[in-house]
């Protein structure tokens, strides 16, 4: 039983395309994230929903679309992808809202772009 | 905002050796995480600990809220301990968020 699954692992796409990462979660969590990890390794949050509702929302270009469609999943749209897009993005979730409570990733995406 | 230092960044083991990784903040905080990055990219939680100490096998933590930095003891270190160790404090101070580190990078050598 996956706890928060992420597809596709691996994205190849090249500059320019839109292209979209799914995340789930069966814990029954109310909070879900996207963070970034960069090819440093750095890990840094991009967006938090809460029941629905976008709680998070860090400086992050427009093209970066998030989209709850109920609390157990959490989509990222991403527009004209470019070449700095390239990093580990990991989907995360946790009972509830105000980062006191335990946080748990996914197997994080992988996104390449050529 | 918080600064988050972990140290040291790189730390090489011999199998079986005991180790200490450590975690500094710079401002109150509600929750902290200690991860492990395997080779595989996988985030494994490893504490969930704001405060106190918690052990879990070869693994333990202690968490010093009031003087705001957070261990980790690895002990019998094994070639599967390998990888990132990502401590990240967070909560209502930090706009609800965890703030990672920059990660302590482990080898542990047959």
């Known amino acids: 039983d996956t706890a928060v699954s992420q597809t596709p692992k691996y994205l190849v796409t090249q500059m320019g395309n839109d292209k979209s990462i799914k995340c789930e979660q069966n814990?029954?969590?109310?909070?879900m994230y996207w963070y970034k990890q960069d090819s440093k390794k750095f890990l840094k949050i991009m967006f938090s929903?809460?029941?629905?509702?976008?709680?998070i929302n860090e400086t992050v270009p427009n093209r970066f679309s998030p989209k709850s469609p109920d609390k157990a999943h959490l989509n990222l749209h991403i527009n004209s992808l470019e070449l700095g897009d390239s990093a580990v993005y990991f989907c995360?979730?946790?009972?509830?809202?105000?980062?006191?409570?335990?946080?748990?990733f996914g197997p994080g995406t992988r996104l390449t772009v050529t | 905002g918080i600064q988050v230092e972990q140290s040291p960044p790189d730390l090489i083991l011999q199998e079986g050796a005991n180790s200490t990784l450590r975690c500094n903040f710079s401002?109150?905080?509600?929750?902290l995480q200690w991860f492990h990055q395997n080779p595989w990219g996988q985030l494994i939680n490893l504490f969930y600990?704001?405060?106190g100490t918690k052990q879990n096998g070869r693994l333990s933590a202690t968490t010093v809220a009031t003087e705001r930095y957070s261990l980790l003891y690895i002990s019998s270190s094994q070639t599967t301990d390998s990888g990132v160790y990502f401590c990240?404090?967070?909560?209502?101070?930090?706009?609800?968020?965890?703030?990672f580190g920059q990660g302590t990078e482990l080898s542990v050598k047959p």
């Open positions: 995360a979730s946790s009972q509830g809202q105000g980062g006191r409570f335990e946080q748990y």
């Open positions: 814990l029954g969590h109310d909070t």
């Open positions: 929903y809460n029941n629905k509702e976008l709680i």
């Open positions: 401002d109150s905080v509600n929750n």
């Open positions: 600990i704001p405060s």
């Open positions: 990240a404090p967070g909560g209502y101070n930090q706009g609800g968020k965890l703030i």
